[in-house]
């Protein structure tokens, strides 16, 4: 920690956010003192605890904290009078409102799950300290929910007046990286010979600023920026844009190989991909040359109508996704563009909102259901030690437990920063000690306290502007905050401060404790699960008991894509993960569209699908109980005799159908070699190459 703490180079911005922060801080504590409030440094705490440099995030998540404070804060108000005789009973209650809440939570990946996690600890932060004094539970709660609330509107309100910083503009020039991005994607896509690790690269990039722009979009309706109010479009340009991804891979896929098979691109269609990369260079809409382009590929693709070699039908199946690519392309143009001028296309955000809804995001129950548990478990058994010994700091470290095993939550391993809080509130107990003993005895009147704060707050408000120092400047501050409880007056209890301190540090203990028991999964194992999902929903597209639009499918898919890329740095031996689950959007979305296009083929034909799709499904079972497993070989017999069946048939639409997802998938059980399409054949050549979705792990 102290490594980056002296790496750290803040900028102005950095000094500006820490000197608002402060200036807030300082209000809000005035502002409690003034109308002397039961604890006024909660209003100060919470301005830390939601302070970010961008105020639309700000505004967001407080919005949301004041209302998760008012309900826990209802919540302690129920259960604490009608339970306070029965100890263990009460303590059982406000445990499981405490997981509960943090399950609920770990599902929502909006702004929203601040909601049921304010909800659920502040019920232990009303709750606990009332005890021993149920009468009080009103005006308690009261006063938290006061505390609490003036903190965030004092947060709320200078971020915003004083040299606000909008998310808006962040979102903008992210799109506008895009654009460049994408020309680079198309040009790598459409050359054979492109570098795989330069490939990697820019699919990763893209991918992870989808994910990013989800966590922006949101914001953008609590501020006043151009761009206020437009979320839903903003989200509906993600799904766009997350759709080209695994379009340039089938692209990119095709053309290597038809290169493979062939030795070279036809000269005529070289032109048409040329031709189709300058045109995504452009980073605007472009109706005419968009329409040239189409007609184009479609003069191109009609040559091969009746294909029956293999280089022919890779040529069709390219030319369906050079088309697929323009549309995606002209979508996510017309979005930006119109979003720009504020004037966006209705029929376009139509097109695109289901995939933008939040049900095309993973979710990961079990994760949520043991973090849930882990805060039960974990303030259960300070509750318990609390009614054997009657500790009269029990009730702050059950109330810390809770805390603790909630802030922490959305780690794949909390304990790490679980135990680093526990030692930043050791160190912030020591800096309680110098203020308590040595710097507020000679305190006297507000101004000279805001004068000892500034330099320690200034210095610690600067360390969360950087991830890498964000978790020990918060630490520092809301700890030496809490534990040194400025009032009205100067008290000087030395016991009790170090009392409350200790018992701050149990809290977090226990609950680093549980969770270490509980809660931790491993990076790598984190990445098996995520990929095991996708697994899972594959299987049951096969089957056909996942019944969701396709994009909102492939979006799913590819936000599981985009959650496992932040992992893999931590975790090397997974490199390959994102890679090589590239090609499982495109097995899921080449099953989806053979289920739709079963009902219109004879019944020979559609037995046959039958029995690839139910032997694809068991291949994914397999794989979620045998991460490593291979698929069996005749799955590729199978793909390539219905192969030959579709060949045979006379050009129709349906022929075109089908071709489109069995080219598809045959390329993703098979990189290399090429089926054998004379129904004469016993069986198709098969590469010694092994299958690709065998090697997804």
Avoid at 49 to 69: E, N, W
Avoid at 104 to 126: C, E, N, Q, W
Avoid at 144 to 165: D, K, N, W, Y
Wanted: glycine share 6%.
């Amino acid at each position: 920690m102290f490594a980056n703490i002296l790496a750290l180079r803040p900028k102005g911005a950095d000094w500006l956010f820490s000197a608002k922060t402060f200036a807030a801080a300082v209000l809000a504590l005035f502002i409690a003192l003034a109308f002397d409030l039961d604890r006024p440094v909660w209003a100060m705490a919470t301005v830390y605890i939601v302070a970010h440099p961008l105020s639309g995030v700000l505004a967001s998540k407080a919005l949301y904290r004041v209302i998760g404070t008012i309900i826990g804060a209802v919540a302690a108000i129920v259960m604490v009078p009608n339970l306070v005789n029965a100890p263990v009973l009460l303590s059982l209650a406000l445990a499981l409102w405490v997981g509960g809440c943090l399950y609920l939570s770990r599902l929502d990946r909006t702004p929203k799950s601040y909601l049921f996690m304010l909800a659920g600890y502040t019920a232990a932060i009303v709750g606990f300290p009332c005890v021993t004094d149920p009468g009080i539970i009103f005006d308690t709660a009261v006063a938290r929910v006061q505390e609490i609330t003036l903190g965030i509107i004092c947060a709320t309100l200078v971020s915003h007046i004083i040299f606000p910083r909008h998310v808006g503009p962040v979102v903008a020039a992210r799109i506008d990286g895009w654009m460049g991005d994408i020309a680079d994607l198309a040009k790598l896509s459409f050359d054979a010979g492109s570098d795989p690790e330069k490939l990697h690269q820019d699919r990763t990039r893209i991918a992870a600023d989808i994910g990013e722009l989800h966590g922006l979009s949101v914001h953008l309706g609590y501020e006043k920026s151009r761009f206020s109010g437009r979320t839903r479009q903003l989200q509906a340009l993600q799904s766009a844009i997350a759709a080209l991804l695994p379009v340039f891979f089938a692209v990119h896929d095709r053309i290597t190989a038809l290169v493979d098979y062939s030795g070279s691109i036809p000269k005529d269609l070289r032109a048409i991909l040329d031709d189709v990369a300058i045109h995504m260079a452009t980073g605007h809409y472009d109706g005419s040359s968009a329409q040239a382009l189409h007609a184009r590929i479609a003069a191109y693709g009609a040559e091969f109508s009746n294909a029956s070699e293999w280089d022919g039908l890779l040529q069709l199946n390219l030319c369906n996704r050079l088309h697929r690519l323009l549309n995606f392309y002209s979508d996510y143009c017309r979005l930006w563009d119109g979003v720009r001028v504020d004037n966006v296309p209705v029929d376009v955000v139509d097109r695109w909102r289901d995939s933008a809804q939040e049900r095309a995001l993973h979710r990961d129950y079990g994760v949520a259901f043991r973090s849930g548990m882990t805060a039960v478990i974990a303030t259960l058994l300070v509750c318990g030690f609390w009614i054997m010994t009657a500790w009269p700091a029990g009730g702050t470290a059950a109330m810390m437990a809770a805390v603790g095993a909630s802030i922490m939550s959305f780690l794949d391993n909390p304990v790490p920063a679980l135990k680093g809080f526990i030692r930043y509130t050791a160190m912030a107990i020591v800096v309680v000690i110098i203020y308590s003993l040595a710097i507020l005895p000679g305190i006297d009147g507000f101004p000279l306290l805001v004068v000892a704060f500034a330099p320690y707050f200034l210095l610690l408000g600067v360390l969360m502007t950087s991830p890498q120092t964000y978790g020990f400047g918060l630490a520092m501050l809301v700890n030496v905050v809490m534990i040194l409880n400025v009032d009205t007056s100067y008290s000087s209890d030395f016991a009790t401060l170090l009392d409350s301190g200790l018992a701050s540090l149990a809290g977090f203990a226990v609950a680093a404790l549980v969770t270490a028991f509980v809660r931790s999964v491993t990076v790598d194992a984190s990445i098996r699960r995520l990929v095991m999902s996708n697994w899972r929903d594959i299987s049951a597209i096969a089957r056909g008991t996942l019944r969701l639009p396709r994009m909102v499918m492939i979006r799913r898919l590819l936000d599981r894509q985009g959650l496992i890329l932040p992992r893999l740095a931590l975790a090397p031996d997974h490199r390959d993960t994102l890679i090589r689950s590239m090609p499982e959007v495109s097995i899921a979305a080449s099953i989806y569209d053979l289920h739709r296009f079963k009902a219109l083929a004879d019944q020979r034909i559609a037995t046959k699908l039958d029995v690839v799709l139910r032997n694809m499904a068991r291949h994914f079972d397999n794989r979620r109980r045998d991460f490593g497993a291979l698929p069996d070989p005749v799955i590729l017999d199978e793909v390539d005799n219905i192969l030959r069946e579709v060949v045979a048939i006379s050009p129709t639409p349906l022929r075109a159908k089908l071709l489109i997802p069995l080219i598809a998938l045959r390329r993703a059980l098979c990189r290399a070699g090429a089926p054998v399409l004379d129904r004469r054949a016993d069986k198709a050549f098969v590469s010694d190459l092994p299958p690709l979705i065998g090697e997804t792990a």
